[in-house]
């Protein structure tokens, strides 16, 4: 069996390519072909060799246009190869991956991962939208990444007898005893509270930054990650007196990562709106046995990701008096807070581990 994960861009920016990128390397891993073809977001095409199993096809773009990367490229190098692939497994939304698709002829089997509805370009879904309608009727599988999320999305209601719910899963973050210690001692006494996103509107840091007012002095909150809002944030914090209380960390590197998930005492992710269709940092915490306070963002799976209750709790979206009651209804009590780190732990091997998603990921595609 050969299969050729297909959408997106890289160097992997967010979600989706990293759901990508961890399909084809843990999948070849197991002695099975799978190659991922992408946009290349440098511009530059390249292919590169991961393993004896896989290959990294990036393809060369033109420009960037409504998140989408523009490659003509892409369609003339999949209709060249798609016949050497049993199963194209392509990775919505992308429509620059499902022109190439459309136009390559493929023939074979193709399972389509509908990652997210299209949100936010109104106008360029409808003039996807015909084919996207071709996508849904071409795909044998449409496979979710929560149960909600494949149940309330209003595209995929006449293709329900198609779904399978696929959650994402992830390596558990590796712990950095030493970068945790010197991260505490930075805020000694402090319970941190650690917020991991682009700093864009849709992920809602002003309701966190806003929640530091109703948290105790014992508490800190530290948001990383670049983007446009970043001046606007830190407007927000002097002018409300949160300086101290609220830190902006920027871009945190993979290296830091790990410290800043090990350090804080609780993860939030306050997000507003339904483009956050999973949020992966959310498991990411969970595996370091860390609880989280996330949002009920309508139709999305985000509130089932975090299971109220135990693995944390889930509040109303911009709600920020909402978000301080839940970091300190977890943190208040020391038993307490052990049960929901426990149970975090839990749910994230229950659920999320990636090789639970390499497993099931095969059966999909009929592989024993």
Known sequence: ????????FYPIGGGVEKVMYDLMTGISEKGVYCDMMCAAMDMNGMTVKINEFANLICTPTWTKKAATMISPAMIWRLWRVCRNYDIIHVHHPDPMACLALFCSGYKGRVILHWHSDIQKQKILLKLYKPLQNWLLKRAERIV?????????????KDVQDKTVCLPIGVEPVARDYGKEELIRNRYKGKK?????????????FRYLVEAAKFLKDEYVVLIGGTGALREELQEQINNEGLSGKVELLGRVSDEDLPGYYGACSV???SSVQKTEAFGIVQ???MSCGKP?????????GVAWVNADGKSGINVMPEDAKELADAIMKITSDDDVYVGYSENAN?????FFTKERMIEKCLKIYGYE
């Open 1 to 8: 069996m050969k299969i050729l994960q297909l959408g997106k």
């Open 144 to 156: 979710g990444t929560t149960p909600v999320y494949l149940k309330e999305s209003p595209y995929l």
């Open 192 to 204: 941190i509270v650690f917020s991991l996103g682009r700093l864009v509107h849709y992920k809602g």
């Open 267 to 269: 993860f939030c992710m």
């Open 283 to 285: 498991i990411e915490a």
């Open 292 to 300: 989280v306070v996330a949002t009920k963002i309508p139709q999305s």
């Open 346 to 350: 839990r749910r994230f091997r229950e």
